[in-house]
């Protein structure tokens, strides 16, 4: 590949990024790569499709979204997975999730956040700060979602420097909930068809809501080969696809997963894996893993064990259930999406004990015999919750190792001293 | 011919050769600027068969003499547990970390925990204290094991507890129970921990800081069970990775 900056260097002048600093952060992502993903053995030939995403991240996707809005169409970010993008796309406008997974310009967020804020809020920050994500700064309209405290007061931050939208996520699962939550849905509807122009019909939510569902079943089945055993993709692969899923094409993303897909379960037919039969399978569940966050599963499979799940946003949460396409009314269809959306397990509801039996149901389905629970540092719903996950494991006969970290690598060795002890044990 | 066991640590190397379960000939030297020299220099040292390495250095190892590798934690487990064979847990406490270790009937590691990544309660964190205070190690700890109290040290951040014990002597505070302070508060975390990884005795108390009387006595006094120390308290991890390495029979 050529110099990146001069294929795209126009464009994100264009979009008023630092180019400086964005070089820095280019370079930066080849390293992690290799060292991460090409040095794997072995990979699923349909992972190159991801190394190409990968390599033109910063891009090629972002030269498609600067056609589309010059076609006259809408790009709109979003932060987490209760955003429903079904809506989002019914009415023409692409919807990329942020960066949020490297440290990046902390110097300048520590001036406006606490520095006991979590890595991914403060990344998000930074990026905005620096002016190094083109998302971002190509996005018509941020949607954030008060899910977490730390989140809702930085998009107040956030605000300032983007245009937001805060759709309000209830924190509790009983009818009244349900009742608001489906309330802003509306409003949001009305906020979007605002922003594009265009009217949320059946027909269009009916049809974005099947490319939807067909990107997620796509997921299911990629994941669902990580059930056997030797396992055929690595769970840094899998939670790659995981991340990438929030920003990629859909149709081509659908169709490369399926690519994948079709070739783990030929693999699996050939009894060939990623790793040996007797590797040490482990699921990881908690805070979310935004790209280029590999750190902790870097760890992991360097220790001779392989993630066969993920119970996170950037995993099982995104894509295990389907939003119900059989309604024939517009109110229909959003009843079912807000159903939906308001089934995902994340910490940030009380009580949330769905999540604790999806950790021990998915520990068995996908032949787990130990748990991580990750959380990031000051990631309090998480860090919290992580008593009620081990319990539940260990009551299920998982041993559980809790690892709070951050994007930061200075905690390495401690990191690759606890996961290969944990490996050790399971193997034994 | 032997086997070789190595603990490449941030204070120590140590390194065990072990014939037929015994062990004929074992050293302790300082890891100094370069670790991974002295390990080298070990390794030329005497011939042996297989080599497993262990601590902070062991990828290190790996990646220069071709050493199998194992986590202080399965070392420590297998060290304690060739050394005391009824040994129900391990608590070491090295140069800059701090593991406890629930062991299972068999000897196999059942739970484990480790400090965080700074350096409090840890051996590093008793020497800058021993500065802070005009002892060496040996001395601070003749004090803390001769005072009847300990001045409560509410810092356990290494440069915070060393601004509060300069503070301290500035304010001519009795320096022994300072050191009994320093000790006192290292033990209360140290049991807590042993306490969440349900460890029960005997514990075999290993690592340099073992070596330390007063923290001993504190561990025994605050302890549910039996607590023993090996002669060798230094060495339970080299000689845990020599074990490994009498186990898995490699090039």
Known sequence: MGDPNETYGEMWQDLGMNLRAHCALLDAIPKMYQSAYLSQENRPDGMSYFDFVVSEIHGLRIKELMDHKAAGGKVVGTFCLYVPEEIIRALGAIDVGLCAGAEWGYNEVEKILPRNTCALIKSFVGFKLDRVCPYVESADLVIGETTCDGKKKAYEIFGEMAPVYIMELPQMKRPEDFTLWRSEIDRLVARLEDLTGKKLTLENLKAATRDVNAKREALQRLNGARKASPVPISGKDALLASQVAFYDDVSRFTEMVNKIADELEARIAAGEGVAPANAPRVLVTGSPMAIPNWKLHDVIEKAGAVVVAEEMCTGSRYFDTLTDETPETLEGMLDAIAHKYLGINCACFTPNEGRMDDVVRMAEEYGAQGVIHYALQFCTPYQMEARGVEKASREAGLPVLRIDTDYSMEDIGQLQTRVEAFVEMLAD | ?251
């Open chain 2, 1 to 251: 011919m032997p086997v070789l066991g190595l603990d490449i640590g941030s204070r120590t190397v140590d390194a065990v050769w072990l014939e037929d379960g015994q062990i004929v000939h074992a050293v302790v030297l300082d890891s100094g600027f370069d670790p991974q020299a002295i390990a080298a220099s070990l390794v030329s040292q005497r011939p042996h068969d297989a080599m497993v390495a262990t601590g902070y250095g062991r990828h290190h190892a790996r990646d220069a003499f071709g050493a199998q590798v194992v986590t202080e934690i399965k070392a420590y487990a297998l060290g304690a547990r060739s050394l005391f064979p009824d040994a129900a847990a391990v608590l070491d406490i090295g140069g800059q970390d701090t593991k406890s270790i629930a062991l299972d009937h068999f000897g196999r590691v059942a739970d484990f925990e480790m400090n965080d990544k700074c350096a409090a309660g840890t051996g590093k964190f008793l020497e800058v204290m021993s500065r802070a205070l005009g002892f060496t190690l040996k001395e601070m700890a003749e004090a803390a094991a001769g005072a009847s109290d300990g001045i409560s040290i509410s810092s356990m951040c290494t440069v915070f507890a060393e601004s509060e014990v300069c503070g301290l002597v500035h304010k001519g505070a009795d320096r022994s129970r300072i050191a009994r302070g320093l000790h006192s508060s290292i033990a209360s975390r140290t049991l807590a921990s042993l306490s969440r990884v349900g460890a029960e005795g005997p514990l075999v108390f290993a690592g340099g800081v073992a070596r330390n009387r007063a923290m001993v006595d504190l561990i025994r006094e605050g302890f549910s069970g039996e607590v023993v120390v090996p002669a060798e308290a230094q060495l339970v991890g080299a000689l845990g990775a020599a074990l490994s390495a009498a186990r898995s029979p490699d090039e």
